[in-house]
């Protein structure tokens, strides 16, 4: 029973904390057809909504994945796949910069790279939590793909994902505190068209979805 009602919890928080992340996934790969890179794949949460045929790569060995490797120095040739996905994984990266030219490295011209990270976010996955990025950064880093930025959550949405990942810590008084707060996080969250409107809509979010594409062969000489 505890350790159901425990999983119902980190269930929950994810929904809050990973909200959009399949949908983006579908929409920006929605043409894509051959083969995608799943770079940092894990246990590999979004594995169902990735088309074509997939690569899982992490830097572990587990179960859910294809190839162990790493992401600063990619096993693979120049220009072999047409899509890479990399969720939840850059801001664990320990050299960013050496990443995101890998992965520009990898995909074929006209090949498309998905990305989503952290910006206003708890530490995780600790000690390997390393790097908070803003969109300018990110711009910066993958501006050959001429990369599009967006905001995963928007302000009231990101103080409600800060709020229930807080709770989340494993503290006596959070097991206590955590199921209430949740569920009024979650009736909170119902209120977000109408008050996002009042409070800065880009100045605070919990993370960005990029989306960029690598230049067709003929514009790359």
């Known amino acids: 029973m505890l350790r159901r009602a425990a999983a119902a919890k980190v269930e929950l928080s994810k929904r ?8 983006f996934l579908r929409r920006e790969l929605r043409s894509t057809t051959g083969t995608v890179l799943d770079l ?3 246990l590999r949460p979004f594995a169902e909504v990735l088309p074509g045929r997939t690569v899982a790569l992490d830097h572990r060995a587990r179960p859910t994945i294809d190839l162990v490797g790493d992401a600063h120095r990619l096993p693979f040739a120049d220009a072999t796949f047409d899509a890479i996905v990399c969720t939840e994984v850059f801001e664990h990266l320990l050299e960013p910069t050496a990443a995101a030219a890998e992965m520009i490295r990898v995909l074929r011209p006209g090949g498309r790279l998905v990305l989503t990270t952290r910006f206003c976010f708890p530490l995780h996955e600790r000690p390997s939590d390393f790097w908070r ?5 990110l711009t ?9 930025i967006i905001p995963q959550h928007s302000a009231f949405q990101t ?8 709770v989340m810590e494993p503290t006596a008084l959070n097991r206590l505190v955590s199921p209430p707060t949740l569920g009024l996080c979650a009736l909170l969250w119902q209120l977000d068209p109408l008050v996002r409107h009042l409070l800065p809509g880009d100045s605070l979010t919990s993370g960005y979805f990029l989306s ?9 000489d």
């Open 40 to 42: 940092g794949a894990g």
């Open 212 to 220: 960029g594409r690598k230049a067709d062969a003929g514009l790359l």
């Open 140 to 148: 910066r880093l993958f501006a050959p793909l001429d990369p599009v």
């Open 16 to 23: 809050f904390s990973r909200q959009g992340i399949d949908e």
């Open 159 to 166: 103080l409600l994902v800060l709020l229930v990942r807080l």
């Open 133 to 137: 990025f803003t969109p300018y950064t």
